[in-house]
C-alpha cells in the first residue's frame, strides 16, 4: 500500500510537470566540465549556490534534471553525462589507481555505446573528451588543481560544451531515451504495485533524508543476505516490483524527503506527507497544524475555525480552497543500519485527519500561566516534557514518540508510555530555577490522556478549575497546594509585597508532594499539622481567613450525603494520581 501510494503521488506530479519522467532524475551537482567542440578541457564551472542561514554560508550543490542515476554499493557501474571523480576523470582519493582508471574506461565504453551516431557537435565533444583526456594529469591541469579537493569529496560532475548542459541538448537527450527504453534482460513477472506483467527490479534505489540512517543512502526495500530470500529468489526478486514502479516511488519518496519545508522529524521518526492529487497547499495546512509556531497560527485558528464550523477551509491565510475529502498519506520512517523501517503508515481523508488533530488540541486545552504565550502545544513540545531536561541526550523514548504521532493523527489511544513518562518526570524533579515540577504541558498531557485513554467525562475533567468536581483525588490535589500556598504566605520576609520570594529552604512540595500524590493517608496528617504552625505565623487575619474558609470548604467535599466523612484513601492508583496532579495545577493558577 506505501509503494502504490508513492506511485501514485509521483503520476500526479509528473501530470503536472513537477517531477522527472522515467530515464531522469534531479540530481545535486557541483561542477561541469566545460569542453571544447574537439575534447579539450578548459575550464570548471562552480555550480554551487550559497545559502544563508542567520549568520552563516552554506554553499549547496545545484539541483538539475540528468540522465537516471544508478544507486552503487559495489562494482563498477557508470552513469551517462553525470556522475563522480572517477567515472568523468579517472581519479580520487581512494588509493586504487587501476581500479579508477576502469571506472573512466567504463564510463567512456557507455557514453560511446550512446552517443555513437548522435551527429552534433556535443555529442562529438564528449566522445571526444574521454578518448584524449589522461587521469594521470588531473593534478597539474590549469583548470583543475586549485579546485580539486572539492571535486576529489565525492561532488557531481556534468559536461558543458559552448555554455550549453550536455543533457539539454535534444539529439543527446533523444539518444539517452532510446538507450533507457531498451528492453532488459532481467526477468519477467507480476508486478506487486501495478498488478502488470513487466520486467521486475533486481534491486530498488536507496534514499538520502532519513535521519540516523547512512548519509550515502538506505533502502526501503532490499534482500542483501541469503537468510532474507525465500524460494531461490535474490535481492529483490523476493518482492516483484516492475522497474517503472521502482522509479516511481524512489523519486516520489526522494522529493519528499528533499523537500526539507515539508518533512518532520519526530524522535528518531522521520515523517513525510503528502496529497493524492499532489497539491503542496495540503502539506502546507498539515505542516502548520501538525507543529503550530508563532508565525503559522493565523493559519492553524483559520483551519480550526472553519472545521468547527463544518465549512470549506478557505480565507486570506490559506491560499486555496481544499477538498476535506481529499486522500492524505503521512508515512512514518526510522533508521536501521542500511535499511529504512517503517515505524507507521497513515491514510484517510484530510477532512478526518485535521479533525483528529483539532480533538486532541481540545483535550490538551487546559489554563496556562500569565507568562505563557503559547496556543497550541505540538507533538515535539509534549515530547520533551517526558525529557530530563540535565540529561545530555534531551530526546525521548523513539517508539513512543512514532506511537505518539500516530495517535495524534488517527485520533486512537495515546500511548501509555507517554502518561507513565510524565508520572516519572513529576516524581524524579524538583521546582527549580530552570525546571519545574509540574508545567502546563504536563498537566495538559495527563489532562487528554485521562479523557482518551480513560474516558472519564468532559464535565469532570476541566480546561480551568472545576469547583464543582468531587472527585476525592482531585480535591486532595487542590488541597495540597492550598497548604503550599500557606506555608509561602507565612515565610514571606514582607506580607505587602506579594511577589517577593520566600526563600525556604524544604518546602512542603519538595518533601512531601509525591508521597502525598501516591498514599495521601499517610501525608495529609503530616501537613495539617505543619499548616496549623504556619498559618499562626500569617500576620493579616484577612488572609488566614479566606485560607481557612478555601480548606473548609474542600473539607467539606470530602463528606458523603448521609453526612459520613470519607476516609483519606491509603493509595491512589495512576489514574487518580494523574487527577490529583490536574486539582493541584488548576488550583495553583488560581490567586488566592
Same mark, same amino acid.
Given at each position: 500500500m506505501i509503494l502504490q501510494s508513492l506511485v501514485q503521488y509521483y503520476e500526479a506530479l509528473a501530470d503536472k510537470g513537477k517531477i522527472t519522467r522515467p530515464g531522469w532524475c534531479d540530481a545535486k551537482v557541483s561542477y561541469a566540465l566545460d569542453i571544447s567542440k574537439d575534447g579539450q578541457l578548459l575550464g570548471a564551472t562552480y555550480l554551487k549556490w550559497a545559502d544563508d542561514i542567520g549568520k552563516k554560508t552554506v554553499w549547496r550543490p545545484q539541483e538539475l534534471k540528468v540522465p537516471q542515476m544508478l544507486s552503487r554499493s559495489s562494482g563498477i557501474a557508470p552513469n551517462f553525462l553525470c556522475d563522480n571523480s572517477t567515472y568523468m576523470l579517472g581519479i580520487d582519493k581512494k588509493g586504487k589507481p587501476d581500479r579508477s582508471k576502469e571506472c573512466?574506461?567504463?564510463?567512456?565504453?557507455? +557514453?560511446?555505446?550512446?552517443?555513437?551516431?548522435?551527429?552534433? *557537435?556535443?555529442?562529438? !565533444?564528449i566522445l571526444s573528451y574521454f578518448e584524449k583526456w589522461k587521469p594521470e594529469d588531473a593534478e597539474e591541469h590549469p583548470a583543475l588543481k586549485d579546485i580539486?579537493?572539492?571535486?576529489?569529496?565525492?561532488?557531481?560532475?556534468?559536461?558543458?560544451?559552448d555554455g550549453r548542459y550536455a543533457q539539454e541538448i535534444p539529439e543527446?537527450?533523444?539518444?539517452?531515451?532510446?538507450?533507457?527504453?531498451?528492453?532488459?534482460?532481467?526477468?519477467?513477472?507480476?508486478? &506487486?504495485?501495478?498488478?502488470?506483467?513487466?520486467?521486475? !527490479?533486481?534491486? +530498488?534505489?536507496?534514499?538520502?533524508? @532519513?535521519?540516523?540512517?547512512?548519509?550515502?543512502?538506505?533502502?526501503?526495500?532490499?534482500f542483501n543476505a541469503p537468510a532474507f530470500e525465500s524460494y531461490g529468489k535474490e535481492q529483490s526478486y523476493n518482492a516483484p516490483v516492475g522497474s517503472y514502479a521502482v522509479y516511481a516511488y524512489t523519486t516520489g519518496l526522494s522529493k519528499l524527503l528533499a523537500d526539507r519545508k515539508h518533512v518532520t522529524t519526530i524522535g528518531d521518526t522521520t515523517v513525510v506527507y503528502w496529497a493524492e492529487d499532489?497539491?503542496?497547499?495540503?502539506?502546507?495546512?498539515?505542516?502548520?497544524?501538525?507543529?503550530?509556531?508563532?508565525?503559522?497560527?493565523?493559519?492553524?485558528?483559520? %483551519?480550526?475555525?472553519?472545521?468547527?464550523?463544518?465549512? !470549506?477551509?478557505?480565507?486570506?491565510? %490559506? &491560499?486555496a480552497d481544499l477538498n476535506l475529502n481529499q486522500r492524505f498519506y503521512i508515512l512514518g520512517l526510522a533508521p536501521n543500519a542500511a535499511r529504512i523501517a517503517v515505524r507507521f503508515f497513515y491514510q484517510d481523508s484530510f477532512g478526518s485527519i485535521l479533525a483528529n488533530m483539532k480533538a486532541h488540541y481540545d483535550r490538551l486545552s487546559i489554563v496556562k500561566p500569565s507568562m505563557d504565550r503559547i496556543d497550541y502545544l505540538g507533538?515535539?513540545?509534549?515530547?520533551?516534557?517526558? %525529557?530530563?531536561?540535565?540529561?545530555?541526550?534531551?530526546?525521548?523514548?523513539?517508539?513512543?514518540?512514532?506511537?505518539l504521532y500516530r495517535a495524534v493523527i488517527s485520533g486512537s489511544r495515546y500511548p501509555d508510555a507517554l502518561? +507513565?513518562?510524565? &508520572?516519572?518526570?513529576?516524581?524524579?524533579?524538583?521546582?527549580?530555577?530552570?525546571?519545574?515540577?509540574?508545567?502546563?504541558?504536563?498537566?495538559?498531557?495527563? *489532562?487528554?490522556?485521562l479523557l482518551k485513554n480513560k474516558n472519564m467525562e468532559k464535565e469532570e475533567i476541566t480546561v480551568a478549575l472545576n469547583e464543582n468536581s468531587n472527585n476525592i483525588a482531585y480535591i486532595l490535589g487542590r488541597e495540597f497546594a492550598v497548604l503550599e500556598a500557606i506555608q509561602a504566605e507565612a515565610n514571606r520576609k514582607d506580607t505587602d509585597q506579594k511577589d517577593v520570594n520566600p526563600g525556604i529552604n524544604t518546602t512542603i512540595k519538595s518533601r512531601y508532594f509525591n508521597s502525598a500524590c501516591a498514599t495521601p493517608a499517610i501525608i495529609f496528617p503530616i501537613l495539617f499539622k505543619l499548616k496549623n504552625s504556619h498559618i499562626r505565623k500569617i500576620k493579616k487575619e484577612v488572609i488566614k481567613m479566606k485560607y481557612e474558609m478555601l480548606?473548609?470548604?474542600?473539607?467539606?467535599?470530602?463528606? @458523603?450525603?448521609?453526612?459520613?466523612?470519607?476516609?483519606?484513601?491509603?493509595?491512589?492508583?495512576?489514574?487518580e494520581q494523574g487527577m490529583f496532579i490536574l486539582g493541584y495545577y488548576h488550583q495553583t493558577q488560581i490567586k488566592i
Open positions: 573512466f574506461e567504463s564510463a567512456q565504453q557507455k +557514453h560511446k555505446e550512446i552517443l555513437d551516431g548522435v551527429s552534433v *557537435k556535443e555529442a562529438y !565533444a580539486l579537493d572539492d571535486i576529489l569529496a565525492g561532488a557531481n560532475i556534468i559536461f558543458s560544451v543527446i537527450a533523444a539518444a539517452w531515451e532510446v538507450y533507457n527504453q531498451q528492453p532488459g534482460d532481467g526477468k519477467q513477472g507480476i508486478c &506487486l504495485v501495478t498488478g502488470e506483467r513487466a520486467e521486475i !527490479a533486481r534491486t +530498488h534505489g536507496t534514499f538520502q533524508g @532519513v535521519q540516523g540512517a547512512q548519509s550515502s543512502g538506505a533502502a526501503l526495500v532490499s499532489g497539491e503542496e497547499i495540503y502539506q502546507n495546512v498539515f505542516a502548520a497544524v501538525s507543529e503550530p509556531m508563532t508565525d503559522n497560527l493565523d493559519i492553524v485558528d483559520a %483551519v480550526f475555525k472553519n472545521l468547527k464550523g463544518g465549512k !470549506a477551509i478557505s480565507g486570506d491565510t %490559506v &491560499l507533538t515535539w513540545r509534549l515530547l520533551q516534557e517526558t %525529557v530530563n531536561k540535565k540529561s545530555r541526550d534531551k530526546k525521548a523514548i523513539p517508539n513512543m514518540a512514532g506511537a502518561y +507513565h513518562a510524565v &508520572l516519572g518526570r513529576i516524581r524524579a524533579e524538583q521546582d527549580s530555577n530552570d525546571t519545574f515540577k509540574i508545567t502546563r504541558g504536563r498537566a495538559a498531557i495527563i *489532562k487528554a490522556y480548606l473548609g470548604e474542600l473539607q467539606d467535599k470530602l463528606t @458523603v450525603k448521609e453526612g459520613q466523612e470519607i476516609s483519606c484513601p491509603k493509595r491512589l492508583s495512576l489514574e
